[in-house]
């Protein structure tokens, strides 16, 4: 029975889901009008690197270029050697340095259907995180069994909805707190009775995940309107300012960014204190509503520690070149924690920090209830 329960309310779910995903639009349409210029990128191989060039018109702008010879890997002009331009400026980090046996990005464009220009744009790097990707993925399979796929499952549902119904959204102009609320809760349920199926537990977790991430975000809402943050202190954020037919709600994308950053940590700390009670509960049937409680409070406290230092290192490691930076040039401090870019990382940071706090007492508490209220004890039967 708790089988089929299981796999109803899967269908459901993957459902909603799907519907959510059929009533948005999936991409924006581009209209390039009567453009006769095409563009495009293609994966390629480094066969021959000839010396560095001054060319006339890299003279003016005091690039050199590298003639640079190529065997194209992809699109149309699959298996042609052709010669590609390699601009260098001299500036160490900014130069792309090739070799014979270097996988590199093509950019290339086609005028009324001939070929005109063909750069070097970056270098070819999805192979090998397509090898890690799948290193990650047998791992998870392997090491974690039956639960491991279906947090694969769970991530291939996540990714989904971020790539093709939140993206895509923003894209539109719908509100970007309100698009990814209603994002993230999918992906919740989703992820939650996946990998839990259909019990106490998991409604546990996933409305104990819920709060945390609600707190997260009225925090980050309040104290970004004090502290008056704008959304554009990254380089990216300002660029969006010129992509054409394309309005957003920058503070608002910054608060839907600071809400998506906490909820991994929160729904693990909820799951993880959900499944704690659980198993006490089937361990000792006879516990009260409030030992089941204050067994979870005390797994929670345990975790908390631990999860709040994973987000407040996690936003650090990212704004490690920039503290250094700080430091290399002995900014006072007045300077750093009054510059938005660093007051928004703290923001994110101890937003989501509070947010997984306030999961915890949430998260034991409708656990602690739930469970009690179970009518059976063996494994396999919920509700």
Not at 296 to 323: C, E, K, S
């Amino acid at each position: 029975m708790a089988r089929i329960k299981d796999v109803i309310g899967f269908i459901i779910f993957v459902c909603f889901y799907m519907l959510l995903f059929c009533t948005l639009p999936v991409q924006a349409e581009i209209k390039a009008g009567e453009e006769l210029v095409l563009e495009k990128y293609e994966k390629a191989l480094v066969l021959e690197v000839n010396d560095a060039s001054s060319t006339p018109e890299a003279q003016e702008s005091m690039f050199t270029e590298q003639i640079v010879k190529v065997k194209v890997m992809s699109g149309k002009y699959k298996g042609k050697v052709m010669e590609a331009r390699n601009s260098l400026s001299g500036s160490k980090g900014w130069d792309l340095e090739v070799k014979p046996g270097d996988k590199v990005v093509l950019y290339m464009t086609e005028e009324n259907g001939k070929l005109a220009e063909v750069y070097i744009a970056d270098m070819a790097r999805s192979s090998y995180l397509g090898y890690l990707a799948l290193f990650f993925i047998l791992s998870l399979v392997v090491i974690g069994g039956i639960k491991g796929f279906k947090s694969l499952v769970a991530l291939g549902f996540t990714i989904l909805g971020i790539y093709k119904i939140l993206l895509p959204a923003l894209m539109q102009g719908y509100s970007p707190v309100l698009v990814t609320v209603l994002v993230l809760i999918g992906v919740t349920f989703l992820t939650m009775f996946i990998i839990g199926g259909i019990s106490r537990k998991s409604v546990a977790a996933t409305l104990g995940t819920a709060g945390g991430v609600i707190v997260a975000g009225l925090i980050a809402m309040y104290i970004g309107d004090l502290a008056h943050l704008t959304g554009y202190a990254t380089e990216e954020s300002r660029m969006l300012l010129y992509v054409d037919n394309f309005e957003v709600d920058m503070k608002g994308l910054l608060f839907a960014g600071i809400i998506i950053g906490a909820l991994g940590a929160v729904m693990d700390v909820a799951m993880s204190i959900a499944s704690a009670v659980d198993e006490i509960k089937r361990a000792n049937p006879g516990l009260a509503k409030a030992q089941l409680i204050g067994a979870g409070m005390n797994v929670g406290r345990d975790i908390m520690g631990t999860m709040a230092n994973t987000l407040i290192l996690a936003y650090t490691g990212g704004a490690l070149p920039l503290l250094l930076l700080f430091i290399a040039y002995n900014t006072p401090g007045i300077r750093i924690f009054n510059a938005e870019m660093i007051a928004t990382e703290i923001v994110r940071a101890l937003a989501g920090s509070i947010g997984l706090i306030f999961c915890v007492p949430l998260t034991a508490f409708l656990a602690g209830i739930l469970a009690k209220e179970e009518k059976t004890v063996s494994y396999g039967k919920e509700f």
